[in-house]
């Protein structure tokens, strides 16, 4: 259960936060119909799940390309719990500016059990026709789009973004966040390889990732580790000492395993086998969690461009009435996906990359 926060001041300071405020000053839209239309007047843009650096970025562009089609953006506080609860506010320009190099998430984000309900769903549907609200964009990973494809399923148009440092979101070959929390990893990695040469130590540090090995898997190759254990490979401890145990004998100055936290034998479990046979297998390992510190970071160049070219995507689908989709990266081309096709899956890993590691980590 997450803290329950008091409620953010509004964002917008001097514009209208109300219904009844705005619609002083704006006039109020024709009604709309649910889906398949251009004729946008107002939107809300939300951030769900975890945080992702990058998210500002993906706000800012939402915010700035809506504004200049005339929009009307409403930010929306704390994901769809603040949907649920009307806690939103007229973004202006200006209201975004300075945001695009700071992590986290000027919204702020939770994840939202009530959500999850139907009931609770209809909840924000009132909340956004009680605005007038026509369209709706999710910055979000995997639980985010599955809330995204649910809406979208009762007849309100929403447009996904990409975001999430796991990157197992089928629509998009890379999502918000990934290339930061993978360059921390790295910098842990390579901090870690420094103090292990001086000691001859063994290592092991988990990664973040949910059920996906995708954030383990790349820092491992470009960290140089000697071994790898992810979820989507059965893991073999004994297997992992005798590579780590080869690498002192090859005559590497350090061994180091990167663990996904979602790998059978995670740090915790690892670190315990390890501690349990250490007279047998000869050493034990000195154990690093990055934890949340990997979604902590300033968002890297790349990741502020995607999320930049994402957001803009998103305004730009809902300007061509093609709602009901996520927009990723393909190829290095925007892509629209189907919702329904991303909710409740999980992109593959690409098992090619799995066999080059073992080939790079000898
Ligand atoms: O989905 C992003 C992620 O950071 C996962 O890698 C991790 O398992 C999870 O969120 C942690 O969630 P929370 O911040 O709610 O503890």
Redesign the pocket.
């Known amino acids: 259960m997450?803290l329950q926060l008091p409620a953010t001041a509004p964002i917008s300071a001097g514009l209208p936060a109300t219904v009844s405020e705005y619609t002083q000053v704006w006039p109020q839209p024709q009604p709309t119909p649910v889906r398949g239309r251009p004729s946008i007047k107002r939107i809300a843009v939300l951030t769900s799940?975890?945080?992702?650096p990058g998210m500002n970025a993906a706000i800012r562009s939402v915010v700035r390309t809506g504004v200049e089609r005339d929009w009307l953006v409403f930010g929306v506080n704390h994901g769809y719990a603040g949907l649920i609860a009307d806690d939103m506010a007229i973004l202006g320009r200006r209201d975004v500016g300075g945001i695009i190099g700071q992590g986290g998430t000027m919204l702020g984000s939770a994840?939202c059990e009530e959500f999850r309900t139907e009931e609770g769903r209809r909840h924000a549907l009132d909340v956004l026709a009680g605005r007038s609200i026509d369209a709706l964009v999710v910055v979000g990973?995997?639980?985010s789009q599955c809330g995204a494809n649910a809406l979208s399923e009762m007849g309100f148009p929403v447009v996904g973004v990409a975001s999430?440092?796991?990157n197992d979101l089928v629509g998009s070959e890379i999502t918000i966040g990934v290339d930061t929390a993978l360059n921390i990893a790295l910098e842990a990695i390579d901090r870690l390889k420094t103090t292990a040469s001086s000691h001859h130590r063994a290592f092991l540090v988990e990664v973040?990732?949910?059920a996906c090995g995708y954030?383990a898997l790349m820092s491992a190759i470009a960290g140089g580790a000697e071994a790898v254990a992810i979820p989507e490979v059965e893991t073999d401890p004994e297997e992992i000492g005798e590579k780590l145990r080869t690498a002192y004998e090859r005559g590497k100055p350090h061994a180091l395993v990167v663990v996904a936290?979602?790998a059978k034998y995670n740090a915790e479990k690892l670190a315990a086998y390890f501690a349990e046979h250490r007279e047998r297998l000869g050493f034990d390992l000195r154990t690093t969690i990055l934890g949340?510190v990997?979604?902590g970071g300033t968002p890297t160049a790349a990741d502020r461009l995607l999320a930049t070219r994402l957001g803009a995507a998103a305004t730009e689908q809902l300007a061509r009435g093609e709602a009901g989709v996520l927009v990723g990266l393909n190829k290095n081309e925007i892509v629209a996906t189907p919702l329904a096709d991303v909710a409740g899956k999980r992109k593959p890993l690409d098992m090619g990359l799995v066999a080059l590691a073992e080939v790079l980590e000898k």
């Open positions: 997450d799940g975890g945080d992702a994840r990973g995997n639980g999430t440092i796991d973040m990732g949910r954030l936290e979602g949340h990997q979604r």
